[in-house]
């Protein structure tokens, strides 16, 4: 990627590719597109002095993504994305124990035991699941990314091997508005991008949270002896609930449009690229996942 078009900053006279948006020195802005009016697509040009704790990076995730990634970008080995994971995992577990809230155990004396096999079953296998699918819908941004805005070039720029623009970085008369303005080239980093595009799936934090709840009282109660043949006649009272569809499209619509648009914004913070361009490619990602894989799911169509 030719790195010869510099852009030199109007606050601190660093140098910058002619194609960044803000001035990765002090976080001066550089252009601005008419998307960016929208209070949840801004850019943060407050200053930054210390990293958020993890728990408000979090909250600010749901409250204000712009400044949530705002300072997750600034120091992106703090991220919270694996453990936005594990939470998730977590709350997978407390699924399976909201299931087995609805079986009656005969006898009672078992119902501890297979509550807490079902905790440890759906926590590992959320896990798995969800770490699987993660790295995947986020590899997919990507390649979106990449077709939109160069993503990976750009970080490849900012954080890899162009030497030039590395010295150049290197060998400039650095500003002290860098300390106090939200510049994030001055850290020695790596990207760390799963890391900090992970955290774009803490919208499923909620979502999961409200299955639960759906679970524990929108589901029938059965009866299980478990000294006897477990019919199956007993457990499809559950999986041929209604209920999966409503569950089912709360992770359909939380895929299409709420992860793609925090997805975006990560994206363009890391990558210093266009809000617009990236959620474009964005929800055509989420929308394309979120038909393939939930809307066409049986338990939608009622099949």
Same mark, same amino acid.
């Given at each position: ?66 400044? *949530? ?7 992106? =080995?703090? &991220? #919270?994305?694996? +453990? $936005?994971?594990? !939470? ?102 790596? *990207? ?7 955290? =774009?799936? &803490? #919208?499923?934090? +909620? $979502?999961?949270? !409200? ?93």
């Amino acid at each position: 990627m030719s790195t010869t078009a510099l852009l030199r900053c109007p606050r601190c006279g660093n140098e910058n590719p002619a194609d960044s948006f803000v001035c990765s020195f002090c976080g001066n802005r550089l252009k601005m597109e008419a998307i960016e009016n929208f209070f949840l697509f801004r850019r943060i040009e407050d200053p930054w002095i210390t990293p958020l704790k993890w728990y408000m990076k979090i909250y600010y995730l749901f409250r204000d993504p712009a400044r *949530a990634f705002n300072d997750i970008n600034h120091k992106r =080995s703090a &991220a #919270p994305g694996y +453990l $936005i994971l594990l !939470l998730n995992s977590f709350l997978w577990g407390l699924m399976g124990l909201a299931f087995i809230s609805h079986f009656i155990f005969q006898p009672e004396s078992t119902r501890f035991i297979f509550a807490f096999t079902f905790f440890l079953v759906f926590f590992m296998f959320g896990l798995i699941i969800n770490f699987i699918f993660y790295t995947i819908l986020t590899w997919l941004f990507i390649k979106g990314a990449n077709y939109s805005v160069g993503f990976s070039e750009r970080l490849e720029l900012r954080f890899g091997g162009d030497k030039e623009i590395k010295e150049i970085h290197k060998n400039a008369e650095m500003s002290p508005f860098s300390i106090y303005k939200g510049g994030t080239l001055l850290q020695t980093q790596e *990207a760390n991008k799963y890391k900090m595009l992970f955290c =774009s799936f &803490a #919208p499923l934090l +909620l $979502i999961n949270t !409200l299955k639960i709840m759906i679970i524990l009282v929108a589901f029938p109660t059965v009866n299980i002896y478990t000294q006897g043949d477990l019919s199956p006649i007993v457990l499809n009272r559950i999986f041929q609930s209604r209920i999966w569809a409503v569950l089912d499209v709360m992770d359909a619509l939380t895929i299409a449009i709420w992860v793609p648009i925090l997805m975006t914004l990560a994206i363009r913070d890391l990558s210093n690229s266009s809000t617009f361009r990236v959620l474009i490619s964005s929800l055509i990602i989420g929308g394309f996942v979120a038909v393939i894989i939930f809307f066409l799911r049986p338990t939608l169509l009622g099949i």
